[in-house]
T-cell receptor
């Protein structure tokens, strides 16, 4: 059973460019979380999604970021116009549906390291 | 005040020592408590997951939750150099729903 997959692993963008990060959850998981981790800091929650539905986006700068988790395909975290402060590691985590016993156990992907020049 | 407080360390111990890692929190509504281990430039790996107060043991790891004191701990027995990593506490529940709050992480160094 493959774990959480993220791609690309590294992404370099110039200020103002778009950045698109992908996350494929573990098989059977229908919940996806996105986090941002700056050097020397902990994980900061950005957004929580279920299939075709954004549950909580309170941690995401909505003027520049958007997220989706379509019925088919990976979850996408997108920044329309990156700024230098967006340079960070972005982690995706997935968890199983509550109905199957999951209540918060999140399994993380390897992360995408975004560098904004 | 941060919602979750965690001493960043680094904590340096000799191989074989018992390690105690701790977090305090301010939101009394938290119900689920996790510990993650993160190696450099890798994603966090779930170590322990507990619900409400009490102890949970898994091999060399023991997680403790004291909701009355808003204090959680992770104990590592017979520590090994391979345990050297950053340990993150995390918690969720209550009015925050599934929004998980993480501590900043404690760097642990186990010297051979």
């Amino acid at each position: 059973n493959a774990g959480v997959m993220q791609n690309p692993r590294h992404l370099v963008r110039r200020r103002g460019q778009e950045a698109r990060l992908r996350c494929s959850p573990m098989k059977g998981h229908s919940h996806v979380y996105w986090y941002r981790q700056l050097p020397e800091e902990g994980l900061k929650f950005m957004v929580y999604l279920q299939k075709e539905n954004i549950i909580d986006e309170s941690g995401m700068p909505k003027e520049r970021f958007s997220a989706e988790f379509p019925k088919e395909g990976p979850s996408i975290l997108r920044s329309q116009q990156v700024v230098r402060g967006d340079s960070a590691a972005y982690f995706c985590a997935s968890s199983p549906p509550v109905a199957s016993g999951g209540s918060g156990e999140q399994f993380f992907g390897p992360g995408t390291r975004l560098t904004v020049l | 005040q941060k919602e979750v407080e965690q001493d960043p360390g680094p904590l340096s111990v000799p191989e074989g020592a018992i390690v105690s890692l701790n977090c305090t929190y301010s939101n009394s509504a938290f119900q689920y408590f996790m510990w993650y281990r993160q190696y450099s430039r890798k994603g966090p790996e779930l170590l322990m997951y507990t619900y409400s107060s009490g102890n949970k043991e898994d091999g060399r790891f023991t997680a403790q939750v004291d909701k009355s004191s808003k204090y959680i701990s992770l104990f590592i027995r017979d520590s090994q150099p391979s345990d050297s990593a950053t340990y993150l506490c995390a918690m969720l529940g209550g009015t925050g729903g599934f929004k998980t709050s993480f501590g900043a992480g404690t760097i642990l160094l186990v010297k051979a």
